[in-house]
Structure formats: C-alpha cells, structure tokens
C-alpha cells in the first residue's frame, strides 16, 4: 500500500521560509511522478511544482518560479518542498501527490495518491 506523509508545514511571517516534506513508502516502481498542490479557502486546488525520476524534469507554477525549490532524497524516499520569500497569498494546506510510473512529464500528473496535507500560513 502506497502511504504519503506530509510535514513542515506552519505558520511564517512574509519573507520567511519554510520546508516541506512529504515521505513515500509502497512504491514498487523505480519510476516515479511526484507533485505539491494546494488550496486557499475557497480556491481550487492548484498544482505548484513536480518532479519526476527522468533528469531534469521539474515544473513550477508561474507564482512560485524563483521562490521555491522541489527536490528528491531517493535514499530516504522523500520529496521536499522549499519555500523562500513567503507571501501571505501562499497561505493554504499543501498536498503532496504521487503516481507510480512516468507520464511523459511530470506535469501529466494523475495524483493516484495523495498525503493528507499540511497547513501553511503566512501573515502579513
């Protein structure tokens, strides 16, 4: 049974920083598609970045380039998300999602599973 767990999340100032991270367990493939969305209130759920095992594969949204960092620990089966210069429009609970396999880039993400999120705020 594939398991996501999320942590890191908090409550920062503006300009702060925080880290994500999202431990996988389960996965029988080596081919992996990762990603972290989110949802403010009353928002739809929104994709921020993903990463897969193929080199060089990552995506951010438009909002977050420049600002935060995906990256993978193979060895610890973990996906971390860094967050830097922190506004308070990125206020939301972050989800980390998964599919076993390559979609032919990470942005086809199907989000066969999904952590239970992690609420971020950040104040003004």
């Known amino acids: 049974e594939v398991q996501l767990v999320e942590s890191g999340g908090g409550l920062v100032q503006a300009g702060g920083s925080l880290r994500l991270s999202c431990a996988a367990s389960g996965f029988t493939n080596d081919d992996f598609t990762l990603g972290w969305f989110r949802q403010a209130p009353g928002k739809e759920r929104e994709g921020v970045s993903c990463?897969?095992?193929?080199?060089?594969?990552?995506e951010y949204a438009d909002s977050v380039k420049g600002r935060f960092t995906i990256s993978v620990n193979n060895a610890k089966n973990t996906v971390y998300l860094q967050m830097n210069s922190l506004k308070p429009e990125d206020t939301a609970v972050y989800y980390c999602?998964?599919?076993?396999?390559?979609?032919?880039?990470?942005?086809?993400?199907?989000?066969?599973?999904w952590g239970q999120g992690t609420q971020v705020t950040v104040s003004s």
């Open positions: 990463i897969s095992s193929r080199d060089d594969d990552i």
């Open positions: 999602a998964a599919d076993s396999g390559y979609r032919g880039g990470c942005s086809y993400i199907r989000g066969d599973y």
